[in-house]
């Protein structure tokens, strides 16, 4: 499988790199529509920050900030691009899938707001199942892996089970980088992504782009960690990531060109 692009399209205030920058569903849908033609595969749409400490947000407040925003790109996305939206919860869910997404990406993978797996499974939709422990808000509380690698992959393939179980046909599973992680469980989980691969036997899709664990190897603020997210996106396809979820598209599609020529048989 051809490693593919999603772009993010966070419609917040508090997101940690580019919250504010995509608040109207105008400019949101503009920046969705420049990330295809930069040769985004898929846009992930987001109404909550999921960063450490974040505060939940309500679902309608959530709905009205993603749903109008996914069927605006719906009408307009080439068909090639496929729309996910980024949420644990089911009630947002259901209505970005009305709306036009065709993937549900939760951080939690179903864990949050078990419902969200049936909504998923009803709607023919895909999933992305993340891996998480405890709630965003304090995920970085008490942080604890005696193997990481091993640790994620067996909870992974919890969610999993639970997913197929509930009818879900198109799974995907993502590691969860900087998700309830110290930078030392981020470095091991892309040193073992070829494990994590294997072991969970669904695609997985990555989360690199311009994390924390980045910005404390390089001493850079969010906006300036491409050349840091490069690094980790190279390590991301060579480990095996069927898709890689990033900010900047254009640099990203040259990285995995690169990348991608390096592991083609």
């Known amino acids: 499988m051809t490693c593919l692009i999603a772009g993010v399209l966070n419609c917040t205030p508090d997101s940690f790199s580019d919250g504010g920058q995509f608040l109207s569903a105008a400019a949101a849908i503009d920046q969705g529509l420049r990330m295809a033609e930069e040769g985004a595969d898929w846009i992930d749409v987001g109404g909550e920050s999921t960063r450490p400490g974040s505060v939940p947000v309500p679902e309608d407040e959530e709905q009205r900030r993603v749903v109008p925003v996914i069927a605006g790109l719906r009408a307009r996305l080439p068909a090639r691009v496929r729309i996910s939206v980024d949420t644990y919860k089911s009630g947002t869910a259901r209505e970005a899938l009305r709306a036009g997404a065709a993937i549900v990406n939760d951080v939690s993978g179903g864990r949050l707001d078990p419902e969200l797996l049936t909504v998923a499974a009803q709607a023919g939709a895909a999933v992305v199942l993340g891996h998480l422990r405890g709630a965003p808000a304090t995920m970085m509380e008490n942080v ?85 997210t490069a690094a980790a996106l190279t390590a991301s396809v060579l480990g095996g990531a069927s898709a890689v979820r990033v900010h900047d598209v254009a640099a990203a599609r040259d990285v995995v060109a690169v990348a991608s020529a390096l592991v083609r048989d």
């Open 144 to 228: 604890s892996f005696a193997d990481v690698v091993g640790e994620v992959t067996g909870e992974l393939a919890g969610r999993i089970a639970d997913a197929r179980r509930a009818g879900c046909g198109e799974i995907w599973a993502d590691p969860g980088i900087g998700f309830g992680k110290r930078i030392e469980h981020n470095l091991a989980l892309l040193r073992g992504l070829p494990a994590v691969c294997a072991r969970v036997g669904v695609p997985v899709m990555v989360g690199v782009s311009r994390k924390a664990f980045i910005g404390q190897l390089t001493g850079k603020p969010p906006g300036q960690r491409l050349f840091g």
